[in-house]
């Protein structure tokens, strides 16, 4: 099962994007031997059209056309699910074990997903009601992709 992060805008240089890599980097090593074939990001460039909703469609569009058939859509927004670790571990290991291709994790532009993402999403998830900035949710989820590979794998970098 391939993991992608779809995100809308791109990261710049720096530490978010480093910190990012390093923890795709990871999930690579740890991944390989439970399945997990690649970790990786695609990025899209925000829509520059007028209206917001106009900006969503667009934006949903890229994100739409490029998922894999079969592959699982969780989309980032602030009105999902907030699960615990071991419950999205649990998660990415059942839509693994069903022989999903890939996990997408999309994240929206500035205005958020469209109604065509949400609708399509096999989850909503939400890293609480407060706004974040995209590159910290990036990488919260870069890093909550890879604690759920250490706690699927028994590796004790996930305490409780």
Same mark, same amino acid.
């Given at each position: 099962?391939?993991?992608?992060?779809? @995100?809308?805008? !791109?990261?710049?240089?720096?530490? %978010?994007?480093? /910190?990012? %890599?390093?923890?795709?980097?990871?999930? *690579?090593? +740890? *991944?390989?031997? /439970?399945?997990?074939?690649?970790?990786?990001?695609?990025?899209?460039?925000? &829509?520059?059209? @007028?209206?917001?909703?106009?900006?969503?469609? %667009?934006? @949903?569009?890229?994100?739409?056309? =490029?998922?894999?058939?079969?592959?699982?859509?969780? @989309? /980032?927004?602030?009105? *999902?699910? &907030?699960? +615990? &670790?071991?419950?999205?571990?649990?998660?990415? #290991?059942?839509? $693994?074990?069903?022989?999903?291709? %890939?996990?997408?994790?999309?994240? #929206?532009?500035?205005?958020?997903? *469209?109604?065509?993402? !949400?609708?399509?999403?096999?989850?909503?998830?939400?890293?609480?009601?407060?706004?974040?900035?995209?590159?910290?949710?990036?990488?919260?989820?870069?890093?909550?992709?890879?604690? =759920?590979?250490?706690?699927?794998?028994?590796?004790?970098?996930? $305490?409780?």
């Amino acid at each position: 099962m391939r993991i992608s992060i779809f @995100a809308i805008g !791109r990261m710049k240089q720096g530490p %978010e994007r480093e /910190l990012v %890599e390093r923890y795709l980097d990871r999930c *690579g090593k +740890s *991944g390989k031997s /439970l399945g997990f074939s690649r970790f990786d990001v695609r990025e899209w460039d925000e &829509s520059r059209a @007028a209206r917001a909703e106009e900006r969503k469609a %667009e934006e @949903a569009r890229h994100i739409l056309t =490029a998922l894999t058939p079969g592959a699982v859509l969780v @989309a /980032l927004d602030e009105r *999902g699910r &907030s699960p +615990s &670790s071991p419950d999205f571990a649990e998660r990415l #290991g059942a839509w $693994r074990d069903a022989g999903r291709p %890939e996990a997408v994790y999309a994240i #929206g532009g500035p205005d958020g997903h *469209g109604d065509d993402i !949400r609708a399509r999403a096999d989850l909503v998830l939400s890293f609480g009601a407060m706004t974040w900035p995209h590159q910290l949710v990036r990488l919260m989820l870069a890093e909550q992709i890879y604690r =759920a590979t250490t706690i699927l794998s028994g590796h004790p970098y996930h $305490r409780v």
